[in-house]
């Protein structure tokens, strides 16, 4: 696990410049792999356009409890940016007039957000039925303000998606912290407690699992059924699904395939697996990523990368829908991942 | 001329074969492609037996592939080090087991 943000240590891929040259030098530079867009080209799918938008997916800040070894965000107890009330507004203002009917909320540890809940019960308010939180899970432990987070997410069906890279200690420690793994299974029983990933409760509690190192995930629904056996037999936890999800290459996880030597092979595997079906059904389609501090972005991991919308309305203090589903999606070597084998999105696999 | 004999990079232009004689290649690929798919045994049994056997040839391109292919399918490393010493047991076995032919051996000449 990392102990600290590639920020905060001054690494020099937390300058995202830096990550995108990384992408896109070297083999893709020299032509032995074909960049995304060519690949794209390649099968008649460029460029990338948006479908009919469905989630606004906003990320709350980059402050988390923990500092996972593989985290796209470089998320941490170092990292200070979190949404303002004032970007919330702005955040309301679209949700009262959005044709999308989802808000995702990711971070960081959303639930850090002073105003997280503020922002739940106000959304609601504008008419939002289907809430999806990020949870790391050991937030709900970490603080006895956070115990009560279950009941607050069953009073408004909030869909929680938690990661547990594996359902084993060794795994799920070493990537995302000492303790973390008795810490989540703990606040798993609490959301199971109020219901959630219970039959018939109507509560949605989904597991992600992501590939503890440099490799690919493999079939969803074998591992779906592996976590359900393991986790019900060794601590009688229910849940919904699993989604398996790729680990894309950019910040934390870029760092470790550079510094291990694994970030060629790795790259072959991406481009190897590209699936054109999967292309049809990546996020970015359906989905606008909100920053922090009210950016646009297609997808999370593009956020991340500082790769703006590719339109003049690019924050949400402007935002105009017609105009940002007309936009092109931008897209760079990072995108294998969300189209490797059967793909990969915050749903899990969507080939 | 490369230094060594075998080289990681390698193992990405297996296909490459095909280059040379596409027939017989295309041939081996279909065959290997369908001995791993799920059967009567699991895709995931087949995974351990070809991580035994890789060591077995000692093929370092194997044990690349089978290791990461185990990490891949979620097979633990104590599944996979059981699978070797499967593998250890029986290359072992092997060379005891032709004791019992030098014993005969060993009976046969002397008096």
């Given at each position: 696990?990392?102990l600290?943000?590639?920020l905060?240590?001054h690494?020099?891929?937390?300058?995202t410049?830096?990550?995108l040259?990384?992408?896109?030098?070297?083999?893709?530079?020299?032509?032995e792999l074909?960049?995304?867009s060519?690949?794209l080209?390649?099968?008649n799918?460029?460029?990338?356009q948006?479908?009919?938008l469905?989630?606004?997916?906003?990320?709350l800040?980059?402050?988390?409890?923990?500092?996972?070894?593989?985290?796209?965000?470089d998320a941490?107890?170092?990292?200070?940016?979190?949404?303002?009330?004032e970007?919330?507004?702005q955040?309301?203002?679209?949700?009262r007039?959005?044709?999308a009917?989802?808000?995702?909320?990711t971070?960081g540890?959303p639930?850090?957000n002073?105003?997280?809940?503020w922002?739940?019960?106000?959304?609601?308010?504008a008419?939002?039925?289907?809430?999806?939180?990020?949870?790391?899970?050991?937030?709900i432990?970490s603080n006895?303000?956070y115990?009560?987070?279950?009941?607050f997410?069953?009073?408004?069906?909030?869909?929680?998606?938690?990661?547990l890279?594996?359902?084993r200690k060794?795994?799920?420690d070493?990537?995302r912290?000492d303790?973390?793994?008795?810490?989540?299974i703990?606040?798993?029983?609490m959301l199971n407690?109020?219901?959630?990933?219970?039959?018939?409760?109507?509560?949605?509690?989904?597991?992600?699992?992501n590939?503890?190192?440099?490799?690919?995930p493999?079939?969803?629904?074998?591992l779906e059924k592996?976590f359900?056996?393991?986790?019900k037999?060794?601590?009688?936890?229910?849940?919904?699904?699993?989604?398996?999800?790729?680990?894309?290459p950019?910040?934390?996880?870029l760092?470790?395939l550079?510094?291990?030597?694994?970030?060629?092979?790795?790259m072959?595997?991406?481009?190897?697996?590209?699936?054109?079906?999967?292309?049809?059904?990546?996020?970015?389609?359906?989905t606008i990523?909100?920053?922090?501090?009210?950016?646009l972005?297609?997808?999370?991991?593009?956020q991340?990368?500082?790769?703006?919308?590719?339109?003049?309305?690019?924050h949400?203090?402007?935002?105009?829908e017609?105009?940002i589903?007309?936009r092109n999606?931008?897209?760079?070597?990072?995108?294998?991942?969300?189209t490797?084998?059967?793909g990969?999105?915050?749903?899990?696999t969507v080939? | 001329?490369?230094?060594?004999?075998?080289?990681?990079?390698?193992?990405?232009?297996f296909?490459?074969?095909?280059?040379?004689?596409?027939?017989?290649?295309?041939?081996?690929?279909?065959?290997y492609?369908?001995?791993?798919?799920?059967?009567t045994?699991?895709?995931?049994e087949?995974?351990?037996i070809?991580l035994?056997?890789?060591?077995?040839i000692?093929c370092p391109?194997?044990?690349?592939a089978?290791?990461?292919?185990?990490?891949q399918?979620?097979i633990?490393?104590?599944?996979?080090m059981?699978a070797?010493?499967?593998?250890?047991?029986i290359?072992?076995?092997?060379s005891?087991?032709?004791?019992v032919?030098m014993?005969?051996?060993?009976?046969?000449?002397?008096m």
């Amino acid at each position: 696990m990392a102990l600290k943000s590639l920020l905060s240590s001054h690494n020099e891929l937390s300058n995202t410049k830096r990550q995108l040259e990384v992408l896109a030098n070297g083999i893709f530079k020299n032509g032995e792999l074909p960049t995304f867009s060519e690949k794209l080209k390649s099968c008649n799918q460029f460029p990338l356009q948006p479908n009919k938008l469905e989630v606004l997916q906003i990320n709350l800040g980059y402050m988390c409890n923990q500092v996972c070894a593989h985290c796209h965000v470089d998320a941490g107890p170092d990292r200070k940016e979190i949404m303002t009330k004032e970007t919330m507004e702005q955040c309301l203002n679209v949700i009262r007039n959005t044709g999308a009917n989802t808000l995702d909320f990711t971070g960081g540890a959303p639930e850090m957000n002073p105003n997280f809940r503020w922002f739940v019960d106000e959304a609601a308010k504008a008419g939002i039925k289907d809430f999806i939180v990020r949870s790391n899970l050991t937030i709900i432990v970490s603080n006895k303000k956070y115990h009560d987070l279950p009941e607050f997410f069953s009073s408004h069906n909030v869909h929680v998606v938690s990661s547990l890279p594996y359902y084993r200690k060794e795994k799920t420690d070493k990537q995302r912290g000492d303790g973390v793994f008795e810490k989540s299974i703990e606040a798993l029983k609490m959301l199971n407690d109020v219901g959630y990933g219970k039959a018939n409760s109507g509560l949605k509690l989904d597991l992600v699992y992501n590939p503890s190192g440099a490799f690919l995930p493999t079939n969803q629904a074998l591992l779906e059924k592996d976590f359900k056996k393991e986790l019900k037999d060794g601590f009688d936890i229910d849940f919904n699904n699993l989604f398996a999800i790729t680990n894309l290459p950019i910040s934390r996880f870029l760092d470790y395939l550079l510094i291990s030597g694994n970030y060629e092979d790795y790259m072959y595997a991406l481009v190897e697996a590209f699936n054109p079906l999967a292309v049809e059904n990546v996020m970015c389609k359906n989905t606008i990523s909100v920053s922090w501090d009210g950016w646009l972005y297609d997808c999370d991991f593009n956020q991340m990368l500082g790769l703006k919308i590719a339109n003049t309305n690019n924050h949400i203090s402007n935002y105009n829908e017609d105009s940002i589903q007309n936009r092109n999606i931008i897209v760079s070597q990072h995108c294998y991942g969300c189209t490797a084998g059967a793909g990969s999105s915050c749903q899990g696999t969507v080939a | 001329m490369e230094s060594t004999y075998y080289n990681p990079a390698d193992l990405k232009k297996f296909g490459k074969i095909a280059d040379w004689n596409k027939d017989l290649a295309d041939k081996f690929f279909d065959y290997y492609g369908k001995v791993f798919e799920e059967g009567t045994l699991t895709a995931r049994e087949k995974s351990l037996i070809a991580l035994a056997v890789a060591h077995t040839i000692q093929c370092p391109y194997c044990i690349d592939a089978y290791t990461g292919d185990g990490l891949q399918r979620g097979i633990s490393k104590e599944e996979m080090m059981e699978a070797l010493h499967v593998a250890a047991a029986i290359r072992g076995g092997a060379s005891l087991v032709h004791g019992v032919q030098m014993m005969n051996k060993y009976n046969k000449l002397s008096m």
